[in-house]
């Protein structure tokens, strides 16, 4: 029983009003959790709710909508409200200015500026949640960046807020059936934000088929990745470190090529002296290093049996 507040009423459930259910995140683990300890312990702390304009029978939900669900899935009638005498829009702001006492997701936040935004502008909503305009303006681009079916996406708790801000929003931007291709496998086969950042990574890099096959079949991309590699470690290790030497300086082979034919252009005689100055200085420096490796070659050859 929640006791040691003012203003809590003793409410059927189906007196309250679930009006911003679609804008907050749905947690399966984390319901069932507080199903678990509702059920041992009772109802802790009380929703937040407001009077129904024009209506002495409802009340509209501001905070609470986990533990409602909650209750509702025990079967239970009647719900602790902490009914606040204000309207709805200053209630909303109520608890987004709650920081401390409620971690809101990003999201969450973003969706319910989104709401206020219609009646009230980015400073006024930044004055009554003690932020600066940019923070608001920040949120609000968050919610718009995502297309519908992401963000239900991202509130059905099926891809994480990450996966549709970094890399299904920017893809959906450019290509729109690709983005909800990949949706559509991240929904039935999660990837970790590791792997997210890869796929994305070779997308940018790969041709108009490539990219199709990659949002079609990510996991198929990934097994092949996994054969390469596999692949590659063990001519590593057949190869052993002669393999490793001699690729080695076939790359520093490669690079000093390049070096040979940037030399007229950066040593030219009107390259300006302190320009000349370090580029002699870092080629000094490599110099020594190839004279060290030199001389170490030179006594193990000595020591060689003839």
Known sequence: MVKGMENVMRLELHALIPRFAKLRLRDAPRLRRLVNSIEHNGQLMPVVAVPEPGDDLHWVLIDGYRRLQAL??????????????????EA?????????????????????????????SLRQIAVSLSRDVSWVSRRLNLFKALPEDLLEAVRQGKISLWAASRIL???????????????????????????LKRLYSHYKQANQAQRQRLVQAP??????????EQTTQAKRLADGPEGVWCKDLAVVSQILKRLLEQV??????????????????AFEQMKNRFERLEQILEEVSAHDPV
């Open 219 to 228: 996991l198929l991309f990934f097994q092949a990745l996994q054969t390469h």
């Open 169 to 195: 929003a920017p893809l959906a931007r450019a290509n729109t059936a690709h983005a909800r291709l990949l949706l559509a496998q991240l929904e039935q086969h999660p990837l970790s934000t590791r792997e």
């Open 72 to 89: 509702q899935a025990l079967g239970e009638d009647l719900i602790w409200v902490d009914v606040w005498e204000h309207t709805i829009d």
């Open 92 to 120: 909303l702001l109520l608890c987004l200015a709650r920081g401390a006492e409620r971690a809101w997701e990003a999201i969450e936040e973003a969706a319910l500026i989104q709401e206020l935004c219609a009646r009230y």
């Open 264 to 281: 007229p252009t950066l040593f030219a005689a009107e390259q300006v002296p302190g320009q000349r100055k370090r580029l002699q200085q």
